[in-house]
């Protein structure tokens, strides 16, 4: 399984609002941490606003910061509400059939991915944002260059 660009920044974003501890950050200020494009982080954080994870304080000392306490975000939830399909093959995707797949019906593949990837979401439900930075703040806002 591979996680979209959308997914990945938005556990950036998250990671570095959960190190700012409740400080404004700005888009500007995160793009330039990570290297990464301001024209798409504003889509990202769009999204994460409306999800209710960033918060959004408008004007001139405006910025984000975390809309959710980082120990009741859960990782496995901001992966599912952000990626834009979960379907590892054709015949997981909703409301299709096996998209002509001969053995959909009788294939038992199906039901071991769908297995692996319930797997793989139990585990990142049991991990917060705060599990991600606590214990590892100091190293992150090093690399991040956070004061």
Known sequence: MRLTV???????????LALKRGDLATI?????????????????VHALGRLGYV????GRNGGLTLGKAAD???IGQVLRQTEESLA??????????????KIDGTCRLKGVL?????AFFDVLDRYTLA????G????????????
């Open 55 to 58: 918060a959004t304080l408008r």
């Open 28 to 44: 500007p200020e995160i793009s330039e941490a990570y290297g990464i494009s301001r024209g798409h982080l504003m889509k990202v």
């Open 131 to 134: 599990d991600i930075v606590d």
């Open 72 to 74: 009741s975000i859960r």
């Open 114 to 118: 769908a297995e692996a990837q319930r």
């Open 6 to 16: 959308h997914s990945d920044y938005s556990l950036r974003v998250l990671t570095f």
């Open 88 to 101: 590892l093959v054709e015949c997981f995707a909703k409301g299709q059939s096996s998209l002509g797949c």
């Open 136 to 147: 590892r703040a100091a190293p992150l806002k090093r690399l991040l260059r956070l004061a």
